[in-house]
Structure formats: structure tokens, C-alpha cells
């Protein structure tokens, strides 16, 4: 099928491009959060520029949290109200993949951070044992759902250009 262009002079695939390319604006600004905390932790450990009295600011530890927040947004939002026009097209399954992959991720990432915050509101915590391993929950299940997330979106964004449907059947995991 050809790229239909709509009244607003966009054609489909670049609908479905802009929608691909805002999610993946989470996965990136959550990698290079992690890279700038790891390299202030290498220089805190290895004693560079005094790093241990200059910690990263509160902006930048949560400022990569409301940009993936506003990308997954942003897509979604997109998604949304383009997908009535993508219907017909080989795009309508991109927009439901891009749907169903911000749906699977706020869930991932509301699960992460309710355990995160149970880490301050239950007492004696550490004695409970459950600290750790809410801990452990989280330092494991974000990374794991930005690297899902990463790859789902690549594949995504490169069937687009290239003009294919995401797959056979849209609702699949990968």
C-alpha cells in the first residue's frame, strides 16, 4: 500500500516515524542518566574532581524521569489520535504496537517505583528483609524494561521507514 497524505500534509509513515522516534527518546534519556550517575560514581570512588562533595543535583537524577514520562506521552498521545488515520494503511499496526508498548511500560514502570517507595514508608524495613529485595526489584526490572523497550521500539522505527507493518500479529511481546 502507498503513504496516503492527509490534510494535515503528513503522510502516514511520517506519523508513524514521529510516534516511534518520541518513544524512543525515553530509552535514550534513561541511558544517559545512568551513564552520568556512573560516572559520578567512578569519580567519587577513584577521588576525581571531588566528586563526593558535588553529587549530581536533584534535576539530574529526575530529569531523565520526566523526560521518559513526557516521550511515552508524547507517543502515546500521538498514537492515539493518529491511529483512525492509519487504519487501512500498513501503519494502523504501528500505531496499536506504539499503544501497547506505553501501556506495558507505565505498568512496568508504576510497579518499580511503588516498590522504590515502599522503601520509605515501611518501618524497620531492614529487618523485614524486604528492603533488599524491593531494591534489587527495582535496579533489575527498570533496565530490563528500557532494554525491552529499546529494541521493541528499534524494530518498530525501522519497519516504518522501511514501510512494512510491524508484524503478523501486532499484539506480540517482541
Not at 74 to 87: D, H, M, Q
Not at 105 to 122: H, K, R, T, W, Y
Not at 130 to 135: I, R, W
Request: with cysteine; hydrophobic share 55%.
Amino acid at each position: 500500500m502507498t503513504c496516503e497524505t492527509h490534510e494535515s500534509g503528513a503522510s502516514a509513515k511520517t506519523w508513524t516515524i514521529i510516534v516511534w522516534a518520541s518513544m524512543l527518546l525515553g530509552p535514550v534519556a534513561f541511558f544517559l542518566s545512568l551513564l552520568s550517575f556512573g560516572v559520578w560514581l567512578v569519580g567519587m570512588g577513584a577521588g576525581w574532581w571531588g566528586a563526593s562533595e558535588n553529587p549530581p543535583s536533584d534535576s539530574a537524577i529526575f530529569g531523565p524521569i520526566i523526560a521518559v514520562i513526557l516521550a511515552e506521552a508524547i507517543g502515546a498521545i500521538v498514537a492515539y489520535v493518529r491511529r483512525g488515520e492509519l487504519a487501512g494503511s500498513p501503519f494502523a499496526s504501528h500505531a496499536n504496537s506504539a499503544i501497547q508498548t506505553f501501556w506495558i511500560m507505565f505498568a512496568g514502570f508504576a510497579v518499580s517505583i511503588c516498590l522504590a517507595f515502599s522503601l520509605m514508608f515501611v518501618p524497620n524495613i531492614e529487618a523485614a528483609g524486604f528492603g533488599v529485595g524491593a531494591l534489587l526489584i527495582v535496579l533489575f526490572t527498570l533496565p530490563l524494561l528500557f532494554i525491552w523497550k529499546t529494541f521493541r521500539v528499534a524494530k518498530g522505527l525501522r519497519r516504518a521507514m522501511k514501510g512494512e507493518p510491524i508484524a503478523d500479529d501486532p499484539n506480540r511481546w517482541s
